[in-house]
């Protein structure tokens, strides 16, 4: 029994001290507070903490993201996780948990885009790539490497299978899978429709930054012109005119102007004037409407006596559809149509696949209609037309616009002697051009130069004992006076040299580099100096000076090939 006792005592003790520890412990743990789990990292970096903070899942790749923050104290780097943590929870705010399709969507539907061309291009990126990649995605979620690694992955292939099934076939479509990387400047499309709309969601607090502007697109490409060669252009034009004048006349005219398709495609007879050999550059066809043209600028063009008689040509043809329609053509109808009575006109597209179905079967190197622009701008400037010129005759700003505005009688004999060389050039069909000489009268008095000039003249005056104006093709001045000989056509201006007048700069420099080539100062063969050598021996601008060698050059006194100094005529 004694035993007994002293085992009861025991556990007895045993179970007070276990509800003793028992008490005791939950008195400190209701006194304990119960600390959250701590958000965010610190961890020693070199000499300092990096705090950093989980973000999510790249949508690309499906790895973790994770932003970062180098501190050089321990508290620094606490407020740099409570920022980082500020950072990731804002963009987590139900009003910045729009997606990026919605938000697409609503800049698509404000942006300022041209109705047809413009807001079409955009919605067809949008459509195609951007919703396809990150349509589901939120906006606030988006970040500058996602984009730089979607860049990437399109320049290899515009399905973004990063070559894995290159050359494999799609068991579904059953068709052999090839990559075909996306161009630069259309990834760099791209990258120009999500930069304004990230930019606009951020004023409408959609997004705390624009990564877009982080974000660096490709590079844009190096401009590298390829025109047809002149035996190329001549092959594709002697061509046209055999299948059909009216296509032959399409091409020759953009070979002439080099206009672009659209500017060409919206030409009105209203806009050229055969008597003064003009043509207004007004209007551009998108293939839906008329509109202005790319520049929003009205531009002149001169024309020469040929590219007239191919006008005319082509007029007269369009009027005998019309009558046979028994009607007449209209004043504004459209020079180059598919319909009889020129109601119409042309689709720039049409106009582009006929073209290159035409440079494919001669083989010409360059397929696109746009490379006859270039084409005439070579050519031009290979001519030794001054390059302002050239820049106001195809519609290129900033093409000297000061010196357009305040020479332009000078540009426009220069114009006028530009597009006169080119055009000589150029196959004609056989009889298109008549043989009657293109006069000028005024008042019953013929005008005309000694070098045979009838036609083409800048700052004409007209007074009462007769007429003075300046040779648009040898650029003399010209004084005409009353003679008392009748001719055919009534009284004639005969002409006479107007008193001598005080030479230009450019005058001056090219009659003592002339006088010294033809008194054997300077001998066959020899190199010439240099634009800039003599823009400061002569003190005058590099472009006074390049007119000299550029009247030398028609001259036929030096000798002008590219990436060589010029040399004197052998």
Request: charged residues 25%; positive net charge.
């Amino acid at each position: 029994m004694s035993d007994q006792r002293v085992y009861l005592s025991e556990v007895g003790a045993l179970f007070v001290v276990a509800v003793a520890l028992a008490v005791s412990r939950f008195q400190v743990m209701a006194n304990t507070e119960v600390k959250p789990t701590q958000r965010g990292r610190i961890r020693r970096n070199g000499s300092g903490y990096q705090a950093s903070v989980y973000v999510g899942r790249d949508p690309l790749t499906k790895k973790k993201i994770y932003v970062y923050e180098q501190a050089a104290t321990l508290p620094e780097a606490e407020k740099a996780r409570t920022k980082l943590l500020h950072q990731v929870d804002e963009q987590r705010h139900p009003k910045r948990a729009v997606t990026m399709s919605f938000l697409l969507d609503r800049w698509l539907s404000i942006a300022e885009l041209d109705v047809d061309t413009s807001y079409e291009r955009a919605a067809g990126i949008i459509r195609n790539y951007l919703k396809p990649t990150f349509g589901d995605m939120k906006a606030g979620k988006l970040t500058a490497e996602m984009l730089e690694l979607f860049y990437a992955r399109l320049r290899q292939c515009q399905d973004q299978c990063e070559g894995r099934r290159n050359g494999k076939t799609d068991p579904q479509t059953k068709q052999k899978h090839i990559c075909e990387p996306l161009a630069a400047n259309s990834v760099r499309k791209i990258h120009f429709i999500l930069r304004p709309a990230l930019n606009r969601g951020l004023r409408w607090g959609y997004v705390t930054t624009n990564v877009a502007a982080l974000a660096e697109p490709p590079s844009q490409p190096k401009p590298n012109p390829d025109p047809p060669t002149p035996e190329e252009a001549a092959l594709a034009l002697n061509t046209a005119w055999q299948r059909d004048l009216d296509w032959g006349t399409f091409l020759f005219m953009t070979m002439v102007t080099g206009s672009r398709r659209g500017e060409m495609c919206a030409l009105r007879w209203s806009d050229i004037n055969l008597d003064r050999l003009e043509l207004f550059v007004k209007h551009s066809n998108n293939g839906r409407r008329i509109k202005d043209t790319k520049t929003h600028q009205r531009r002149k063009q001169a024309i020469d006596v040929i590219t007239r008689s191919v006008l005319a040509a082509h007029r007269a043809r369009a009027e005998e559809r019309c009558k046979a329609l028994g009607g007449e053509l209209a004043r504004d109808a459209f020079v180059f149509s598919g319909q009889a009575d020129s109601s119409a006109p042309l689709v720039p597209s049409s106009v582009s696949q006929r073209y290159r179905r035409l440079a494919e079967k001669l083989k010409i190197h360059t397929h696109r209609l746009k490379d006859l622009r270039a084409y005439n701008v070579t050519e031009l400037l290979g001519a030794g037309a001054d390059v302002r010129t050239v820049a106001g005759r195809v519609g290129h700003g900033g093409g000297g616009a000061t010196t357009l505005k305040y020479y332009a009688a000078f540009l426009a004999t220069s114009d006028r002697q530009a597009v006169t060389t080119f055009a000589k050039q150029l196959p004609l069909p056989e009889g298109l051009l008549a043989e009657q000489p293109v006069t000028t009268v005024i008042n019953g008095l013929r005008l005309l130069c000694e070098c045979g000039n009838e036609s083409l003249w800048a700052m004409l005056v007209v007074t009462e004992e007769g007429a003075e104006a300046l040779c648009g093709q040898c650029e003399a001045a010209v004084r005409a006076r009353l003679d008392a000989t009748v001719g055919p056509i009534g009284k004639t201006i005969k002409a006479e040299a107007a008193p001598p007048r005080e030479l230009a700069p450019w005058e001056v420099i090219a009659k003592e580099l002339a006088d010294a080539i033809k008194d054997g100062t300077m001998l066959p063969g020899e190199e010439v100096p240099t634009v800039g050598d003599i823009a400061q021996a002569h003190g005058v601008s590099v472009g006074t000076a390049h007119r000299a060698f550029t009247q030398l050059k028609n001259d036929g006194l030096i000798e002008v090939s590219r990436g060589r100094r010029a040399v004197v005529r052998s």
